[in-house]
């Protein structure tokens, strides 16, 4: 069966390192991988899209890498910063329609 | 990007009785997604919903417990209906536009007594 897999622990890190999330999937051929951020009570929030034919996508502090044949996306976010304590989650999509397939995120922690 | 109005942003109902969830989007979408986050959980899609025609739900999700109107490409609502403590959740509906990231409503935080 399909799987998507996030690291469910928690990730504490120090202000200003670099934080590098995992998202591994198994049993799927996406078409793209995204990436969102959710703070407790919100909806989750748009961070990056990489598609199956890019290797790495940046934006400001944030860099993404996608290996299909590893199955598997990193997300870094570089000179971490408190603020971007949040739950980030990678959901895949392109199979089906349009449908969006999320993984069970990872609460990252920056502490100043 | 859209911006999706959803309401109510919680509620807490008694189990038996139903929940209407509604979302506006700014924009016109063809399809706009329903999907629930249990307590600690990731997103799961209950449906998917078009415009004019019936909602496709996905494998334990069906139309009778979660019914859907989807009256005009801005607006759709979803119902829990017959409610159980088991339906205590977060949901959200969420739209794609420009095919580069969904955009999600604020979410409803359901608890049923």
């Known amino acids: 069966s399909q799987k998507i897999e996030q690291n469910s622990e928690a990730l504490n890190i120090q202000e200003g390192k670099t934080a590098t999330l995992t998202c591994n999937y198994t049993?799927?051929?996406?078409?793209?991988l995204q990436w969102y951020r959710q703070d407790p009570g919100r909806g989750p929030v748009f961070l990056l899209l990489i598609r199956e034919n890019e290797k790495e996508k940046r934006k400001e502090r944030l860099k993404v890498t996608f290996d299909t044949t590893l199955k598997q996306s990193l997300f870094h976010i570089t000179a971490s910063q408190p603020a971007d304590s949040a739950t980030y989650l990678c959901?895949?999509?392109?199979?089906?329609?349009?449908?969006?397939?999320f993984g069970g995120g990872t609460r990252l922690m920056v502490k100043p | 990007s859209a911006v999706i109005s959803q309401k109510p942003s919680r509620d807490i109902c008694q189990r038996g009785t139903s929940l209407t969830i509604q979302c506006q989007v700014d924009s016109q979408v063809t399809m706009m997604f329903w999907y629930r986050q249990q307590p600690g959980q990731s997103l799961t899609l209950i449906a998917t919903?078009?415009?004019?025609?019936?909602?496709?739900?996905e494998s334990g999700f069906v139309i009778d417990k979660f019914p859907i109107s989807r009256p005009n490409l801005t607006f759709s609502t979803l119902t829990v209906s017959n409610m159980s403590p088991e339906d205590s959740s977060i949901y959200l509906c969420s739209v794609e536009l420009n095919g580069d990231g969904y955009t999600f409503g604020s979410g409803t935080r359901l608890t049923v007594v």
């Open positions: 959901a895949l999509g392109g199979n089906a329609g349009n449908m969006l397939t």
């Open positions: 049993n799927y051929s996406p078409a793209y």
């Open positions: 919903a078009n415009q004019g025609s019936e909602a496709t739900y």
